[in-house]
């Protein structure tokens, strides 16, 4: 039973015969329900070889080398600043990425990428189906993973069958164990490498060896062991048809003119087996020979039509290919094609792929805007914050002299890699006399390296200066100046009276 047919669908009614009591009746009709979802039937892919399997091995290397190596590599910011390239540093409420620093109040960068990545998936969909499914979705690549190691130490599909129809002894306990044992260690492996994300990787790397590293960093490798060993080694294709949602989606985006793989049946049909010397008059090129559905690591027929559990790996095409060269037949019988090409093909007509359309100029386009977008906001971005409070309890004081004085919280974020020195000064308000509180008397602001300072500035204005028409609250301007570039920026806030 595959998972589309996998739905209650209540067998008929039946009323009890005379002398048949009412409860049996119920429980035969229960029995006749089909279940909700089928058991699963283990799927075991066969390797194939090819362009496309070669193709997929090289974006498991490269991914995989990204996502191990990626903690590892150093970006030089200065004396005070960690050297990591990519570091999430929860801690100090920072995210570096090689040239970039991101602060919590710029999370709209992050926003930015994730708006990119999705339109970017959006355009690949609409181009080629599910092509990221097949080749670069971290599930497909640790799943693939998994299954090398499974096929190193229980060999290749028809091996591996004969493995499980076998009784349990050493031979299949040793096989197994050690299958057990190799996925354990990616896991691990793979969580390690995510929690040095998030600190210092070689300092984490010899605290997790010694027993020395946070508790939350031991709880965070485990969840992420525990869930890569799952969804990698056990889950495998139940997470892309059952948990993933993009296969659902995805068929908002694809069109007649969407590249996906395909089973060329008017060629390939009347399938049927073939014996040498034979004639091909009168029938199709398909010798039923099942290898396409041998090294499907979903499980299914692509002869059957587009499904919702192929996710676009092509390595059918590579089984195919393989079949009909040996056989003396041309190749891509199975092959990535439009369905408006199929369509072509089968009233004898030539068709062109049409990359170009509508769909895809639309995407390019919000890709191109976002972009520009990015980059204006990272050229632009300001390398000092200022924020001003100004204090509400109370809101102003009335001394002895006849002077109001209003006192505020001013926070100066530095996001330069060095340290600065700020000067403090206000403009709009007459005879108004500035103090920082525990200045040393200079009247300047020492900020340190990519830091935060918060001062308190009390900002004193004489009687002579206070008009009694004026309105209880005066708007005016503090400005806080660079020292050495002597750029300021000013923040608008208000004196009470």
Not at 132 to 151: H, I, N
Not at 273 to 284: C, E, I, M, P, Y
Not at 289 to 312: T, W
Request: charged share 20%.
């Amino acid at each position: 039973m595959t998972p589309s047919d996998a739905y209650i669908i209540p067998a008929p009614h039946r009323e009890a015969a005379p002398g048949v009591a009412r409860h049996n009746v119920a429980a035969v009709n229960r029995a006749e329900e089909r279940r909700l979802y089928a058991d699963r039937q283990k799927i075991y892919p066969k390797l194939a070889h090819g362009r496309f399997r070669g193709l997929k091995w090289l974006v498991m290397g490269v991914t995989l080398g990204i996502y191990y190596g990626l903690p590892w590599l150093r970006w030089h910011r200065g004396p005070d600043l960690p050297d990591q390239a990519v570091l999430l540093d929860i801690a100090n409420n920072r995210f570096f990425f090689f040239f970039l620093e991101i602060w919590p109040q710029e999370f709209y960068f992050v926003t930015g990428l994730l708006v990119l990545a999705a339109l970017t998936l959006f355009l690949l969909t609409s181009l080629a189906g599910r092509v990221w499914c097949g080749y670069a979705c971290p599930q497909t690549v640790w799943t693939d993973l998994m299954v090398l190691v499974e096929r190193f130490w229980q060999g290749d599909r028809n091996a591996r069958l004969r493995l499980d129809k076998e009784k349990w002894g050493p031979r299949k306990l040793y096989k197994k164990a050690v299958t057990h044992a190799s996925w354990l260690i990616i896991a691990a492996l793979t969580g390690g490498a995510l929690v040095f994300y998030f600190r210092d990787a070689p300092t984490l790397a010899v605290e997790l060896v010694t027993g020395a590293a946070p508790a939350i960093a031991y709880m965070f490798l485990g969840i992420f062991t525990a869930s890569t060993y799952l969804l990698g080694g056990i889950a495998r294709e139940q997470v892309c048809i059952y948990m993933c949602p993009w296969p659902r989606i995805q068929g908002a985006m694809v069109d007649q003119d969407t590249l996906l793989i395909s089973y060329r049946d008017q060629r390939g049909e009347p399938r049927g087996a073939h014996k040498k010397g034979q004639s091909w008059d009168h029938r199709g090129d398909c010798i039923d020979c099942k290898a396409c559905v041998a090294v499907c690591p979903m499980g299914i027929d692509i002869r059957d039509g587009s499904q919702l559990e192929c996710i676009q790996c092509a390595l059918c095409i590579d089984a195919c290919n393989d079949i009909m060269s040996r056989i003396g037949r041309p190749r891509n019988l199975i092959a990535y094609d439009t369905i408006a090409g199929r369509q072509a093909a089968a009233n004898g007509l030539d068709s062109n792929v049409r990359l170009l359309r509508t769909r895809t100029l639309l995407y390019g386009g919000l890709i191109a805007l976002v972009a520009v977008i990015m980059l204006a906001a990272v050229l632009l971005r300001s390398t000092v914050e200022i924020n001003i409070l100004h204090d509400r309890n109370p809101p102003f004081v009335l001394l002895s002299d006849g002077s109001v004085r209003n006192a505020y919280t001013v926070k100066i974020l530095n996001k330069m890699h060095e340290p600065r020195v700020f000067g403090l000064s206000t403009r709009g308000l007459p005879g108004a006399l500035l103090t920082i509180v525990g200045s040393n008397g200079d009247g300047n602001i020492r900020v340190g390296t990519d830091d935060l300072r918060e001062v308190r500035v009390l900002v004193t204005v004489p009687v002579s200066y206070l008009a009694p028409q004026a309105p209880a609250g005066s708007a005016f301007v503090m400005i806080v100046t660079d020292v050495a570039s002597r750029h300021g920026n000013e923040r608008t806030t208000h004196f009470q009276r």
